[in-house]
């Protein structure tokens, strides 16, 4: 019942938009961990869903949330589109998550908890529309803690991130203090072949990699509080440059988790931050979005967080 009625309440507007000209982007809800995708002219942004109800406990995230827009300031909202309680061999915790589509299916990689293997894993869903219906791919986690033995925590399989590369080879990049990456096979619900290490200076988590150009950007969440870092590379597997800062750390929250995507022409950088009004915080926290600029060598201008956000439709 607890997972109708909050997804009834959400999606009770999945026709209507609202022009939005200021930061954070959605005010009715809590989100957090954004990832963007880009399709057919419309930009899809899954979040995870904040619904702690204070800042003195710790997070409390059922399933994700869906918005898209076709300009970055009207959005529609498609409510909860997966649940924790849609991966059966999981018990809870719906942390970050990235869809991705490959040859017409959308396939929603994400963190849960385990219920019979300690720790945190990576599951997979996948659907036919962007939208969903998503259906667990597997029946089974993709990744899990016992896969993975370079720490001896049991979070060091989250937020998961795919690429795919100009070739068509897909990779999925995910880790808390050891980032780590792997080949996907072309049904993109198996590994292909090892789990490999990343060497990048302060790395805590909440890897996502773009590429602009020539260049390949691996950008993640560094020390704690968190601020983004990035690296740069002429190739996908590394080695990867350290290039420095990216975003500093946001407002009223500890934690950060940045989704990078071209759309019409523009760059943007969609973040969390605590700084919702009037119940904001480190297990409240809200998206924002503003504009990513390139340096003429193709490094990255330090972001510029706004209260204004993006303010024109493009």
């Not at 003195?56 to 300009?71: G, N, V």
Request: charged share 20%; hydrophobic share 40%.
């Amino acid at each position: 019942m607890r997972k109708f009625v909050a997804t009834l309440a959400l999606t009770s507007s999945i026709c209507a938009t609202q022009a939005l000209a200021e930061n954070p982007i959605f005010k009715e809800v809590r989100t957090a961990d954004p990832a963007a995708m880009v399709h057919n002219g419309t930009v899809y942004l899954y979040t995870g869903h904040d619904e702690a109800k204070d800042n003195k406990t710790f997070f409390e995230m059922h399933d994700w949330l869906l918005f898209s827009s076709t300009d970055m300031v009207n959005w529609k909202r498609h409510g909860a589109v997966l649940h924790t309680d849609d991966f059966k061999w999981a018990k809870g915790d719906a942390w970050a998550s990235h869809v991705i589509e490959k040859n017409g299916k959308f396939y929603f990689y994400t963190t849960v908890r385990h219920a019979s293997i300690n720790g945190f894993a990576v599951g997979v869903a996948v659907a036919d529309n962007p939208t969903g219906p998503f259906k667990d791919a597997l029946g089974k986690a993709l990744i899990t803690n016992d896969m993975t033995t370079q720490t001896s925590i049991d979070w060091d399989d989250i937020d998961p991130a795919i690429f795919i590369d100009d070739d068509g080879q897909a990779y999925i990049f995910w880790g808390n203090s050891v980032p780590k990456y792997a080949k996907l096979k072309d049904n993109m619900i198996e590994l292909d072949g090892p789990i490999h290490t990343i060497d990048i200076p302060k790395f805590t988590e909440a890897l996502w990699v773009h590429k602009k150009g020539d260049n390949y950007y691996l950008s993640y969440a560094s020390g704690f509080p968190e601020k983004i870092a990035y690296a740069m590379s002429k190739s996908i597997t590394g080695p990867w440059e350290y290039k420095g800062i990216l975003n500093e750390v946001a407002g009223n929250s500890p934690t950060n988790h940045q989704s990078i995507i071209e759309f019409k022409g523009k760059d943007y950088f969609i973040y969390h931050t605590g700084a919702a009004e009037p119940d904001g915080g480190e297990f409240r926290r809200a998206v924002s979005i503003d504009p990513l600029y390139y340096n003429p060598d193709g490094s990255l201008k330090r972001v510029v967080m706004t209260s204004e956000g993006i303010t024109a439709p493009q």
